[in-house]
């Protein structure tokens, strides 16, 4: 069966400092990947998404996605974190059959310390 | 212009109550989604609908039901509302079908039981 694992369930980070969020996807096929983020009482942003081709993405606020096929990760990093960044972060990944499904991970809580 | 919006932000209600949340998209989306996120933060789809038509429909309880009167408007009536109905309950939208843009998420609606 399809699922996304974000094995990080809460991370903290310095301001400035770098960032690496995990995700881990299980998949039959080519997956179509998203990263979302989440600031609170809000709804979810699209970040980034990944079909094809290059396997580094770029993405929104300086986000950007790696695609690993033979690690069947999709990690998002970010050069200098701000503390605008704190929010939750989701990877979720399109499900088998074109029905426009997201399975999504657990989120991962970025805490950024000033 | 809010692209998704939902209505109400908040709602509490008592248990054995019926209501309903309202979802309007303007971004000329053909298909439109209604997931729910639970106290851990574990979102997980309930319907999807492509122009008015019924794609998905997971294993929700009946007292759910999702109606669209037409591409732009997926609105979610609960009846016979429990305790373990509380949750935000996200609509989103989607380019296509398949959902390889990505969704657009409104800002969801918090919906506390008593």
């Known amino acids: 069966a399809q699922s996304v694992t974000q094995p990080d369930i809460h991370i903290t980070v310095s301001e400035g400092a770098s960032l690496e969020l995990r995700c881990n996807y299980s998949?039959?096929?080519?997956?179509?990947l998203f990263w979302y983020v989440q600031s609170p009482g809000q709804g979810l942003q699209l970040l980034l998404k990944?079909?094809?081709?290059?396997?580094l993405v770029q993405g929104i606020k300086g986000f950007e996605a790696e695609f690993k096929r033979s690690q069947s990760s999709f990690n998002l990093r970010k050069p200098s974190v701000h503390w605008s960044d704190a929010a939750e972060y989701f990877c979720a990944v399109g499900a088998l059959g074109n029905t426009g499904k997201l399975i999504f991970g657990q989120g991962t809580t970025l805490q950024v310390k000033p | 212009d809010t692209a998704v919006s939902q209505t109400p932000k908040y709602l509490v209600t008592q248990m054995g109550n019926d209501k309903s949340i309202k979802c309007e998209q303007n971004?000329?989306?053909?298909?439109m989604y209604w997931y729910k996120q639970d106290s851990k933060k574990f979102l997980k789809i309930m319907f999807s609908y492509n122009n008015k038509e019924l794609i998905i429909n997971e294993t929700v309880p009946n007292r759910f039901s999702p109606k669209s009167p037409d591409k732009a408007h997926l609105n979610l009536h609960i009846n016979s509302l429990e305790l373990g109905d509380s949750a935000v309950y996200f609509c989103?939208?989607?380019?296509?079908?398949?959902?390889?843009?990505?969704?657009?998420f409104g800002s969801g609606t918090r919906l506390t039981v008593v």
């Open positions: 989103a939208s989607s380019q296509d079908g398949q959902g390889h843009y990505g969704y657009t």
């Open positions: 990944y079909f094809s081709g290059d396997t």
């Open positions: 971004l000329g989306h053909d298909t």
């Open positions: 998949y039959g096929a080519t997956p179509y």
